[in-house]
């Protein structure tokens, strides 16, 4: 195999720490190769996360699918994914045997991690083991952590932003709005009966979603790459004016009744909390607050 530039890492969410990681191997791909013999950008990352394998029950909720992480990945710049499926057996693994089954085949010139990367049975690899193993094969780039506003970047931190409402935080540390995606499903069809039909989302389990309440932002059809981004009205939890269990994503297009999405693959996107979730004592006060949720949206995303 020629050789490359390799980045390693976890890259939940491809926040703004990971993208600089990521354009530091590209200057290196740059650098290091002739029109002749390019250099190949190679992204390494894991899945499962190594928590729910580690310590099971444990495990964060991920900023993104695999699937997501990859398209970001690729999208930021990256030649080649590889994904390693992550078990008890590489977990186990030492710092050696990591370097010389995972980033050996891959032939590479230059390893680009972040400081705080660690590796190998009991997280026993550090960059400087790393860099110590590669001598005479390989270099190691260690990028420092990003901060914006004085605070840390990473994806614990993103998370903490979600779980309070946040997400002005969660996409300045993103370095892009944070989104939702899947399937529309055929939720109550309460909304088209009040005059406010909804695009529904379950909320998956392992994945992150802001905290229960109601946001402004944008609804795009995943299946067509040249669609329109749409202002909607998103609401998420589980309805409680109606005595709702499961916990959803329901996005109002606004001033669209004619929309037909189900069985669609869209993508949602936040862009400002504006209120928490609210039990209403009648489904006028319901309405009423869901024309001033509309209002609201309109003006936090600068639409008529």
């Known amino acids: ?77 990256a030649d080649e994914v590889r994904v390693v499926q992550f078990t008890r057996d590489v977990a186990g693994w030492s710092p050696e045997k990591f370097v010389d089954t995972i980033l050996g085949p891959l032939n590479p010139a230059v390893v680009v991690v972040g400081e705080n990367f660690t590796f190998g049975s009991r997280a026993a690899g550090t960059p400087a083991t790393m860099r ?7 270099d190691v780039d260690v990028i420092h ?23 002005g935080v969660a996409a300045r540390h993103l370095g892009r709005l944070f989104r939702v995606g899947g399937v529309v499903v055929v939720g109550d069809q309460r909304g088209r009966e009040l005059g406010f039909p909804t695009a529904n989302l379950p909320v998956a389990a ?21 669609a329109v981004r749409m202002p909607a009205a998103i609401s998420v939890g589980t309805n409680p004016t109606f005595n709702g269990v499961e916990r959803r994503v329901e996005s109002y297009v606004l ?6 999405l189900y069985g669609i693959d869209i993508t949602v996107e936040f862009v400002r909390h504006l209120r928490g979730q609210v039990r209403f004592g009648s489904v ?7 024309n001033k949720d509309v209002a609201a949206t309109r003006v936090a995303l600068g639409v008529d």
């Not at 110590?132 to 390989?138: H, P, S, Y």
């Not at 990003?146 to 994806?155: K, L, P």
């Not at 402004?216 to 040249?226: E, K, N």
């Not at 001033?255 to 037909?260: P, S």
């Open 132 to 138: 110590e193993i590669g001598t005479g094969r390989f």
């Open 206 to 226: 392992d994945l992150a979603t802001p905290a229960d309440g109601v946001y402004a932002g944008w609804l795009r059809r995943a299946d067509q790459p040249s």
């Open 1 to 77: 195999m020629r050789r490359s530039v390799v980045a390693i890492g976890n890259f939940d969410g491809v926040h703004t720490g990971h993208q600089r990681l990521l354009n530091t191997a590209i200057q290196h791909a740059c650098e290091l190769g002739t029109e002749r013999e390019p250099l190949q950008v190679i992204v390494v990352t894991f899945w499962p996360h190594p928590m729910s394998v580690v310590a099971p029950g444990h495990a964060p909720a991920l900023l993104t699918s695999l699937n997501d992480r990859i398209d970001l990945l690729r999208r930021y710049g």
């Open 284 to 290: 006028d006060d319901l309405v009423e607050q869901m």
């Open 145 to 167: 952590l990003v901060s914006i506003d004085t605070e840390r970047t990473c994806s614990s931190f993103i998370r903490a932003a979600l779980a309070r409402g946040d997400v």
């Open 255 to 260: 001033d669209r009744t004619d929309l037909e």
